[in-house]
């Protein structure tokens, strides 16, 4: 089908001089090269009743008025209740796919790209991009791992099969996230089947201190669950790793230096973490506090993988069945 195009300053002064001449409307529209129903339509719409003619200036006159009255409805603001909606689980930090989601469970009709359109053009009180979208004018870091220190007692091809399958909860992926230089960092711990994200402050890199954070990581577990396995990389934080087996009574597994899609769920988390703590965060002015109400924030926030549930909804759900 052949796209239409608005006509011209020049196709309207044409139809004018046409239409003087006494021209039929299939004569004008074989001219111009468009269908009568288009010629038709546009004499219709522009034609001028003070003057009682046709004159190109008016028609294109009139023509721009309408564009410029011819706005876009948008759905979200035509509906209170489900702008409200909206506005709350933004504020809870939710994505505009898992909102869409659960508007759908409320009856309303929405696309996740109605809100992220809402919000790029500001349409929601309070609510920006730069605020509330996890990814807007985020860049990936770049991690330089040092393996020199740790000699694995087991590797991540030494793994169980179930872990790889996900089918059971308590195996773990761990890793650090730094804030400013000599500033302290967090420990993040999540479970692979139900993204249960567990985590700690640690004031330096120190051996001892990340491996005290482990163990302080699992005292803040939201819900009890057990720790049968922890997947780590090869950086030399996590040299103490033998004593964070003992301590928790886990097995610990090493990832391949620099393939951090092995841990690929963790690096994801902590990618959600760097949305509250971005780089070059002072840890050593964040309280543990501070730490586990944004820790408990994630773990009620709704997931696509888990069907929508979120991971302490899932680990209930899982618990009672």
Same mark, same amino acid.
């Given at each position: 089908?052949?796209?239409?195009?608005?006509f011209?300053?020049?196709?309207?002064?044409?139809?004018?001089?046409?239409?003087?001449?006494?021209?039929?409307?299939?004569?004008?529209?074989?001219?111009?090269?468009?269908?009568p129903?288009?010629?038709?339509?546009?004499?219709?719409?522009?034609?001028?009743?003070?003057?009682?003619?046709?004159?190109?200036w008016?028609?294109?006159?009139?023509?721009?008025?309408?564009?410029?009255?011819?706005?876009?409805?948008?759905?979200?603001?035509?509906?209170?209740?489900?702008?409200?909606?909206?506005?709350?689980?933004l504020?809870?930090f939710?994505?505009?796919?898992?909102?869409?989601?659960?508007?759908?469970?409320?009856g309303?009709?929405v696309?996740?790209?109605?809100?992220?359109?809402?919000?790029?053009?500001?349409?929601?009180?309070k609510?920006?991009?730069?605020?509330?979208?996890?990814?807007?004018?985020?860049q990936?870091?770049?991690r330089?791992?040092?393996?020199?220190?740790?000699k694995?007692?087991?590797?991540?091809? $030494?793994?169980?099969?179930?872990?790889?399958?996900?089918?059971?909860?308590?195996?773990?992926?761990?890793?650090?996230?730094?804030?400013?230089?000599?500033?302290?960092?967090?420990?993040?711990?999540?479970?692979?089947?139900?993204?249960?994200?567990?985590?700690?402050?640690?004031?330096?890199?120190?051996?001892?201190?990340?491996?005290?954070?482990?163990?302080?990581?699992?005292?803040?577990?939201?819900?009890?669950?057990?720790?049968?396995?922890i997947?780590? $990389?090869?950086?030399?934080?996590?040299?103490?790793?033998?004593?964070?087996?003992?301590?928790?009574?886990?097995?610990?597994y090493?990832?391949?230096?620099?393939?951090?899609?092995?841990?690929?769920?963790?690096?994801?988390?902590?990618?959600?973490?760097?949305?509250?703590?971005?780089k070059?965060?002072?840890?050593?002015?964040?309280?543990?506090?501070?730490?586990?109400?944004?820790?408990?924030l994630?773990?009620?926030?709704?997931?696509?993988?888990?069907?929508?549930?979120?991971?302490?909804e899932?680990?209930?759900?899982?618990?009672?069945?």
């Amino acid at each position: 089908m052949k796209p239409y195009n608005h006509f011209t300053l020049e196709e309207r002064e044409s139809l004018s001089e046409s239409l003087k001449e006494g021209k039929s409307i299939r004569q004008i529209a074989r001219e111009l090269g468009r269908s009568p129903s288009s010629v038709s339509r546009e004499i219709k719409r522009n034609h001028s009743k003070k003057r009682n003619r046709y004159n190109p200036w008016h028609a294109t006159i009139e023509y721009i008025c309408r564009r410029k009255k011819c706005k876009r409805h948008y759905k979200i603001i035509a509906n209170q209740e489900l702008m409200n909606f909206i506005i709350e689980c933004l504020n809870k930090f939710w994505s505009p796919e898992v909102i869409a989601y659960k508007c759908k469970e409320k009856g309303f009709e929405v696309s996740f790209a109605t809100i992220y359109r809402a919000i790029k053009l500001k349409l929601l009180p309070k609510i920006t991009a730069k605020k509330h979208l996890r990814r807007k004018g985020k860049q990936k870091v770049n991690r330089k791992l040092n393996t020199n220190t740790i000699k694995p007692t087991h590797t991540i091809h $030494d793994r169980p099969e179930i872990v790889e399958t996900k089918s059971r909860l308590g195996d773990f992926e761990g890793d650090t996230v730094y804030g400013a230089v000599g500033k302290g960092c967090i420990v993040t711990l999540v479970d692979r089947k139900s993204k249960l994200l567990v985590a700690a402050l640690a004031h330096s890199r120190e051996r001892s201190t990340i491996r005290k954070a482990f163990s302080t990581a699992f005292k803040y577990m939201q819900i009890d669950i057990p720790i049968k396995t922890i997947t780590l $990389d090869m950086g030399s934080e996590f040299a103490d790793f033998k004593r964070i087996e003992e301590d928790l009574d886990a097995t610990i597994y090493f990832a391949d230096p620099h393939s951090p899609w092995q841990r690929g769920l963790n690096e994801n988390t902590n990618d959600i973490l760097r949305f509250f703590f971005p780089k070059g965060t002072n840890f050593h002015e964040v309280t543990e506090e501070e730490l586990q109400a944004v820790v408990s924030l994630i773990n009620n926030r709704p997931r696509k993988c888990l069907g929508y549930l979120s991971p302490l909804e899932f680990i209930s759900a899982k618990c009672c069945t």
